[in-house]
Each structure stands twice: as C-alpha cells, then as structure tokens.
C-alpha cells in the first residue's frame, strides 16, 4: 500500500518560513515523482511544486524564488521549504506521488496518490 504523510504545518507570520515533510512508503521513491498541492479556503486545489525522479524542481510562477522542494530518496522524504509566506498561501497542503513531473503535473488529476493533507496558516 502507498503511503503519503504530510507534517509540519502550522501557524506562521506573514513572512515567515515554515518545512513541510513528506513520509514516502510502498514505492521505490526514487522511481516516481512527488509534488505538493495546495487547497485554499474556497478554492480548487492546485498544484505549487513537483520534485522529478532525478531531482529537479518544477515550480509556478508565484513560489519561483520563495519555495524550494527537494528529496532523499534513500531516506523516503521529500521537502518542501517555503519562505517569505503571504496570508493568501493559508490553506491545506498535500503531498501527492505522480509519474512524471509533465507538462500537466500541476493538475489534481495528474498524481496517482495522495496524502491526507497538512493545514498552513498564515496570519497577517
């Protein structure tokens, strides 16, 4: 069985950084990419970052340069730090195990399994 667990959420100060972990199990980590989804209040989830099987980082527009996803895969992990958090970023963040980090990896349709989600706050 896959397993995705998210931890470290919380509550933060605009501004302020916060890790989020990803506990990886019943896949060979190194064969799949992993990305982070977000679900803010009202809204749909999408998708903020995809760490590809040999490491690289796809990211959109509005992290590029605060948000930096990264992986051990010999420890199952993968990470994702963000920085310099605006109040708009509150919501649920979700790990998600895909394929590829394709041209449609930002899609909730696109991973094949889900975490149960860690909620971020960000107060202004």
């Known amino acids: 069985e896959v397993q995705l667990v998210e931890s470290g959420g919380g509550l933060v100060q605009a501004g302020g950084s916060l890790r989020l972990p990803c506990a990886v199990s019943?896949?060979?980590?190194?064969?799949?990419?992993i990305s982070w989804f977000r679900r803010a209040p009202g809204k749909e989830r999408e998708g903020i970052s995809c760490s590809s099987e040999d490491g690289k980082g796809l990211y959109v527009d509005s992290v590029k340069g605060r948000f930096t996803i990264s992986r051990d895969n010999v420890k199952k992990m993968v990470y994702l730090q963000m920085n310099n958090l605006k109040s708009e970023e509150t919501g649920v963040y979700f790990c998600?195990?895909?394929?590829?980090?394709?041209?449609?990896?930002?899609?909730?349709?696109?991973?094949?399994?889900w975490g149960r989600g860690a909620q971020v706050t960000v107060s202004s």
């Open positions: 019943g896949i060979t980590l190194a064969d799949y990419s």
């Open positions: 998600a195990g895909q394929g590829l980090c394709g041209s449609m990896w930002s899609s909730p349709s696109a991973p094949r399994w």
